[in-house]
């Protein structure tokens, strides 16, 4: 069948890549019947789920159940089948076929309808933390890390030079002593931030019931590092359930305990990404997120 792209994801990409996304979008249905021949997958009926970057579409491959997901940006489906390439569905997806060079991503069908984020708080934090110690990859040389892994060495020392210069340039939305404070704890987490394969972005709605495992995750943004880096998006996207300080602190021992994560790297990488991401926020107009941030911040430090 021919797809129909959703308006919802025109007027995103458009608003995101201004009036050149329209060629790339016009041409969408013609390659998703390219790659539905050459994989010889039934694209289904379903309406086509979407984000900001990429379109997912419900299919089958003979009797497997399957979704075909074609991305904006190919480089990050490079790193991406990559990613999923090294992990072989350990934890998480499996991927079934791919042309990562032109943004397609043929992909094992979960449960898109189930999500970590219609879990109890702690159970799924319990889960969350489980999940980043098992997607976390010793680098060997048998096993490198995909071409091109950001590094968290790289992302820690960015934020230690450039969070004084982001704080003026927004007129200083963040106590000054928290940002004194980040800045000297991203520069000693750069120092010794790891090496290994991590899940970067491994927010409670990243994680799907699937039949295979009970659980798995989903769009993975590789970086190169360690665990605990992972930790502060799962505590920001729902901290709005955390009733006080305390909860929050609670949740941090949750995610690091089931994890086997460590409970001081996780909080320092807790209040060093959640001052980035509140600052990064309130440069593009988020009103939601900042507050939430700053909530985890002052619980922590």
Request: with cysteine; glycine share 8%; net charge negative.
């Amino acid at each position: 069948m021919r797809i129909v792209v959703p308006p919802s994801f025109v007027e995103e990409r458009v608003r995101l890549a201004g009036p050149d996304a329209h060629a790339w979008l016009d041409r969408l249905p013609d390659f998703v019947a390219e790659l539905a021949r050459q994989w010889a997958v039934e694209v289904l009926p379903d309406p086509p789920r979407h984000g900001a970057h990429s379109l997912v579409l419900t299919a089958r491959r003979g009797s497997q159940p399957c979704v075909l997901k074609v991305c904006w940006d190919p480089a990050s489906t490079v790193m991406e089948a990559e990613a999923l390439r090294a992990w072989d569905g350990r934890g998480i997806v499996r991927l079934l076929a791919a042309r990562p060079e032109d943004g397609a991503l043929l992909l094992e069908r979960l449960d898109a309808g189930r999500s970590l984020a219609d879990v109890g708080l702690y159970e799924a934090a319990g889960v969350a933390g489980g999940l980043l110690r098992r997607l976390t990859v010793p680098r060997t040389p048998d096993q490198p890390l995909p071409a091109g892994t950001p590094k968290l060495a790289d992302l820690g020392a960015e934020i230690a030079a450039t969070v004084h210069d982001r704080q003026r340039g927004l007129g200083d939305p963040v106590p000054a002593r928290w940002i004194d404070l980040v800045a000297t704890t991203a520069r000693d987490l750069a120092a010794d931030a790891g090496s290994d394969l991590v899940h970067a972005d491994l927010h409670y709605g990243n994680v799907l019931a699937a039949d295979r495992e009970p659980w798995l995750a989903i769009d993975p943004k590789p970086v190169a590092g360690e665990p605990e880096f992972a930790v502060p998006e799962l505590m920001w996207t729902r901290v709005d359930e955390a009733p006080d300080a305390e909860t929050i602190r609670d949740l941090l021992g949750v995610l690091t305990t089931a994890g086997g994560l460590d409970p001081d790297r996780a909080r320092a990488w807790a209040i060093v990404r959640a001052v980035d991401y509140w600052l990064w926020g309130l440069g593009i107009g988020l009103t939601i997120d900042p507050p939430r941030c700053e909530r985890v911040v002052a619980a922590l430090v």
